[in-house]
């Protein structure tokens, strides 16, 4: 840093004395070499001093002690250095020793460049530390944010599991006296889906493909339960199978969808499962021909609960602005929950020779 701004300076004033003065550039470069020699011995003390003593509150008045005495110290060393040795190569003698005005090389009018120069430097090393300073609470700030936002999403899972596993675990009830048989079953439908659930516990992300595969899991479940009142129809895009979707983001709508559309009506009803591509975006919907009730408005509210909530506020945490969570009217003459997210295609497999 010291040798970058000593070379500029270099640069600046052998260019201004060679257009200005008229001298051939490598005599100019000659008389700027000598006239700023010490500073690059003197650049490296002014950085450590303006990093190690900048210019802050509490202790402003001492720093700015140590900076003044500093420079008084170097301009003093400058000058002597100066008066001893002067400027190289030799400076041409004025025309006119008697009314020819002091040329700006001379010793007296080095004070006012010096002190300048020391203030100049001073105040860029304080920009930069100032700058970098910045810089690391900006990377501190990303950082804590990306704690929080992982910790949030983490505590949004471990709710998901807890509100499935109690709504399950009621249905086995029902039928541990009426069909043991078909309790057992689901008991190890159970099982089997937290088992997967638990190998993916540790991605907030994973492909379309796992995703619906935890979502046959359940849905294994509830075809136990309901058995030919609940029809499922899909409607999946095997081009999109391997984009990244949030883990268990659809299990919660289903749940949602069969609770409030399939489970009140005796005959059942059918839910809808659509997954395609739509520009840069990936479009989840879920669909169900269950009966609105006169206050529609209460059954929206209504489907805002945990799994609805937890949902929206993942996508929220995972996403940003970049998605959308709807829940509106849906073809099946139902509610219809959309979610739409960016394309995020798997990362490609490394071919084996």
């Known amino acids: ?100 005005p002091r040329s700006v090389d001379s010793p007296g009018m080095r004070v006012a460049p010096d002190v300048l120069i020391y203030l100049m430097a001073m105040s860029v090393c304080v920009a930069f530390a100032h700058f970098r300073k910045a810089q690391e609470r900006e990377r501190r700030a990303i950082r804590l944010e990306a704690s929080l936002a992982q910790a949030k999403l983490q505590a949004l899972r ?55 595969d935890l979502l046959q899991r359940y849905l294994a479940i509830e075809q136990r339960r309901f058995g030919h009142r609940l029809k499922v129809e899909q409607s999946i895009d095997p081009e999109i199978l391997q984009v990244r979707v949030p883990t268990l983001i659809l299990q919660p709508i289903v749940e949602n969808a069969i609770r409030h559309g399939i489970e009140p009506q005796a005959g059942g009803g059918t839910i809808a499962i659509c997954a395609a591509r739509e520009g840069s975006q990936i479009k989840l919907s879920v669909s169900d021909n269950g009966k609105k009730p006169l ?15 937890n949902t929206r506020d993942r996508l929220q945490q995972l996403y940003g602005k970049k998605q959308s969570f709807t829940v509106g009217d849906g073809e099946l003459g139902g509610w219809r929950v959309e979610i739409k997210i960016p394309f995020c295609p798997a990362p490609p497999t490394k071919a084996t020779s």
């Open 1 to 100: 840093m010291a040798l970058c701004l000593w070379s500029a300076l270099v640069i600046l004033f052998t260019f201004t004395a060679a257009v200005v003065n008229s001298e051939p550039w490598l005599v100019s470069l000659g008389h700027t070499c000598s006239f700023w020699f010490l500073w690059i011995f003197f650049f490296p003390v002014i950085i450590w001093l303006s990093l190690r003593f900048p210019l802050e509150q509490p202790k402003l008045f001492p720093q700015i002690g140590i900076h003044l005495a500093t420079c008084i110290s170097i301009v003093i060393i400058i000058q002597a250095a100066y008066r001893t040795f002067l400027p190289f190569p030799p400076l041409p003698p004025p025309p006119d020793a008697q009314t020819a």
């Open 158 to 212: 471990m709710q998901i599991n807890p509100h499935f596993l109690f709504n399950t675990l009621n249905a086995i009830s029902t039928l541990v006296h009426t069909s043991p048989q078909t309790a057992d079953a689901m008991i190890t439908d159970l099982s089997e889906l937290f088992r997967a659930s638990i190998e993916s516990s540790g991605e907030h992300e994973i492909s379309l493909s796992s995703e619906l």
């Open 295 to 309: 206050d529609a408005a209460v059954l929206a509210g209504n489907r805002q609960g945990i799994g609805l909530a």
